[in-house]
C-alpha cells in the first residue's frame, strides 16, 4: 500500500491546543468495524459501550521532561529531546542545532549540565551528562515537559498535570498515551464497579511517535524502536478474561503495540515479558490480541493512521475519520476520543 492511501485533508482549527475543562468531557465517535455503521457519543458513555468480565489495558507509562536548552561551546544555541535514558547518565537523543555536533564534542544544557557526545544510532546522539545527579534527577530539576510539534506553545502549569494519565507510574515516555488522558478517577471507579477488569501494559512512547512517513510505499518504512513491558498478570487476566467471553479493550495504540508486540515474541501466543519493539501494524496484519481500540484521532498519512486503518478497515475508517471532520471533532493529543471494534 502507498502512504497516500492514508492521507485526508485535516483542518488545522481541528487540532485540539489545550485540554478541555473535565477530562471525561470529550466526545467520543463508536465505529463497529464487522458492520461500518457510526454513532456520536460522550467519552462518559464508555460504560454503556462494556460488559462484566471484559478488560481495559492502560499503559502506566509516565511522560518525563524530555526537553532541554543548552549552549555549544562556540556559543551557538541547541535542544536535546530526550527519546530514551539508557543508564543513570547517558541518553540517546535528538539535537536541534544550526551544525550537527560531531563525535566527542561537549556542550552545557541549562548552563549547568556538561553534556559530551558519545556517537550516533541513525537520527539519534549517544549522549554522556558529565554530572554527577543521574539523568532521572537532572531531568526532573532542569528538564521542559515535552508537548507535541502540533501543539506549537509554551507549557502550561496545566500540561503539567493534564499531559499525564492519572494512573501514570513507570517513568521513560517523551510523549503520552494519550487516549488515556480522557480517563479520571469516577470513570475508573464506575468501571470497576460494572466488573470490568483493569490491567496494565507498559511502552515508553518515542520521540519516533510524531516522525513522519517519508517513503512512498509503507512497506518501505522503518519503525522506531519503544521499550515494551507485559507482566505476568495482565496475561492471566486478559486468558481468564477470554475464556469467559470478556472482550479485550486496549486503551490507545501504545497498549495495542505492547500487547500484539508480546503476541508476536510468542509466536501468536500472548506471553509476559519485556525488550524492544518496533512492531509495524497495517491493514493486513494478524492482530491477535485485542478486540476493541480506544485511540484519539490521528495525523494524515501517520503510522497510527496505518494501525487504526489494520484495526477497524480502511474503508470504515476512511468514512468514520470524514465524519469526525464534518462533525468538528477534536484531533490529536488533547482532542477527543474513537472507540473502535475490530473489523476482523
Given amino acids: 500500500m502507498k502512504t497516500q492511501d492514508f492521507n485526508f485533508s485535516l483542518p488545522p482549527e481541528l487540532i485540539a491546543q489545550f485540554p478541555i475543562t473535565q477530562r471525561a468531557g470529550s466526545r467520543m465517535l463508536y465505529l463497529d468495524g464487522k458492520k461500518g455503521a457510526l454513532q456520536d457519543a460522550m467519552f462518559a ?38 527519546e530514551r535514558i ?11 542545532a544550526s551544525h550537527p555536533p560531531k563525535d566527542g564534542s561537549t556542550f552545557k544544557l541549562s548552563g549547568v549540565i556538561p553534556v559530551t557526545v558519545l556517537g550516533r544510532e541513525n537520527d539519534f546522539y549517544i549522549l554522556r551528562f558529565d554530572h554527577k545527579n543521574t539523568v532521572t534527577e537532572l531531568l ?8 507535541p510539534p502540533y501543539i506549537p ?13 492519572i494512573y501514570a507510574k513507570e517513568k521513560g515516555a517523551v510523549a503520552a498515551p494519550t487516549a488515556g488522558l480522557h480517563f479520571d478517577e469516577p470513570m475508573l471507579l464506575k468501571l470497576r464497579e460494572m466488573g470490568i477488569i483493569i490491567a ?63 503476541a508476536k515474541a510468542g509466536n501468536g501466543k500472548l506471553i509476559p515479558g519485556h525488550g524492544d519493539t518496533d512492531i509495524f501494524i497495517t491493514p493486513g496484519y494478524h492482530l491477535n490480541v485485542v478486540d476493541r481500540l480506544l485511540t484519539n484521532f490521528h495525523f494524515p498519512c501517520s ?42
Fill in 45 to 82: 458513555d464508555l460504560p454503556r459501550y462494556m460488559q462484566p468480565g471484559d478488560v481495559i489495558i492502560f499503559n502506566d507509562t509516565r511522560v518525563i521532561k524530555a526537553r532541554l536548552f543548552g549552549t555549544k561551546e562556540s556559543g551557538g544555541k541547541l535542544e536535546i529531546m530526550v
Fill in 86 to 96: 539508557l543508564d543513570e547518565h547517558c541518553v540517546l537523543a535528538m539535537i536541534r
Fill in 140 to 147: 526532573d530539576c532542569y528538564g521542559n515537559l515535552p508537548l
Fill in 153 to 165: 506553545r509554551e507549557v502550561t502549569q496545566e500540561d503539567e498535570v493534564r499531559y499525564q494519565t
Fill in 200 to 262: 496494565y501494559v507498559t511502552l515508553h512512547v518515542g520521540a519516533g511517535t510524531f516522525q513522519p512517513v517519508k517513503v512512498d510505499h509503507i512497506n518501505d518504512h522503518k519503525m522506531h524502536k519503544e521499550i515494551y513491558y507485559v507482566p505476568e498478570k495482565t496475561v492471566e487476566d486478559i486468558r481468564l478474561a477470554k475464556s469467559l467471553g470478556g472482550r479485550v479493550l486496549a486503551v490507545g495504540t501504545t497498549s495495542l503495540r505492547a500487547l500484539e508486540a508480546a
Fill in 303 to 344: 503510522t497510527l493512521m496505518m494501525l487504526v486503518s489494520a484495526f477497524g478497515g480502511s474503508e470504515n475508517i476512511c468514512q468514520a475519520y470524514q465524519h469526525a471532520i464534518d462533525k468538528s471533532y477534536r484531533f490529536l493529543s488533547y482532542g477527543d476520543a474513537m472507540l473502535i471494534e475490530k473489523q476482523i
